[in-house]
């Protein structure tokens, strides 16, 4: 399988672009070798980028975080979904009037960004899904008659994550119950989504560097987000089983899902 090639030397690649939860650390716990595989990078000048598809947290959260674990990391160098959902609002529907069922970083994000936030169904033109534990059904009403009622929004989601993984196996629904739930009172499908495994991810996080996606290695721990998203941006992808996903699943899936390369853990980037 793919996944069972070697790994080449280091600089074989231009950039890398990894995952964080269960890649990097798991909850407030730095995984083994990652100082040291993000400092030789760091040492050698290769850019790095930092993904993530959880909304509840902004990129400066992200920063705070990093360098609490060791790893002191410049804001410009984390993409999570509120970026992405901001940028494409930006350049799709930069007029538009949103209700965002979010949590307070994206809609500290869309409120900076200068976007009209609206719980009034009649002036609303884009719904946005996103992971959030105050999700009621005033939300979802307001919902309802802004796509439904009225038939004048549309509706979107920051990610399209089932549940949100804990440490020791524990979980909570994730952006995906939220959408499901909008689209089964108003039969409204939703039109994009900004999280893994789109490349719109990734997208945003080489732009402004002059390196090619095949240039690039993805790093992660999920292949239905992280290795999905590296290979449809046309990356190498390097799937590390230290979170979610398994050799066995990897190894199960057709020769063109694989993963380029399996890693125990960031370390073997390294060796």
């Known amino acids: 399988m793919a996944g069972q090639r070697s790994w080449p030397v280091m600089d074989a690649y231009d950039a890398y672009v990894f995952d964080l939860d269960g890649t990097l650390y798991l909850g407030e716990q730095l995984l083994p070798g990652v100082a040291a595989t993000i400092g030789a990078l760091r040492e050698r000048g290769v850019p790095l980028r930092f993904v993530s598809n959880n909304p509840t947290r902004d990129p400066e959260e992200y920063a705070v975080k990093l360098g609490r674990l060791g790893l002191p990391t410049p804001v410009e160098e984390i993409v999570n979904t509120v970026v992405t959902t901001v940028a494409w609002l930006r350049a799709h529907h930069p007029d538009a009037v949103v209700f965002p069922i979010a949590e307070q970083p994206l809609v500290r994000a869309l409120t900076a960004a200068g976007f009209t936030l609206s719980d009034d169904p009649a002036t609303i033109d884009v719904v946005i899904a996103s992971y959030d534990r105050g999700f009621d059904y005033r939300k979802l009403q307001v919902a309802f008659d802004a796509l439904w009622y009225h038939r004048r929004a549309i509706l979107v989601q920051t990610n399209p994550d089932r549940y949100c993984p ?6 909570e629904p994730d952006c995906a119950a939220i959408t499901a739930a909008i689209e089964a009172c108003t039969q409204v499908r939703c039109q994009a989504s900004f999280g893994k495994p789109d490349p719109i991810m990734v997208e945003q996080a080489l732009a402004g560097l002059p390196v090619p996606p095949g240039r690039a290695v993805m790093v992660g721990d999920r292949l239905a987000t992280d290795i ?19 050799r066995e699943e990897a190894e199960a899936l057709p020769s063109d899902e694989q993963p380029t390369y399996l890693l ?8």
């Open 166 to 171: 804990f440490p020791g196996g524990r979980g």
């Open 228 to 246: 999905a998203m590296g290979r449809a941006a046309g990356m190498a992808t390097a799937l590390v089983l230290t979170g979610d996903s398994s």
């Open 264 to 271: 125990a853990g960031l370390a073997d980037l390294l060796d």
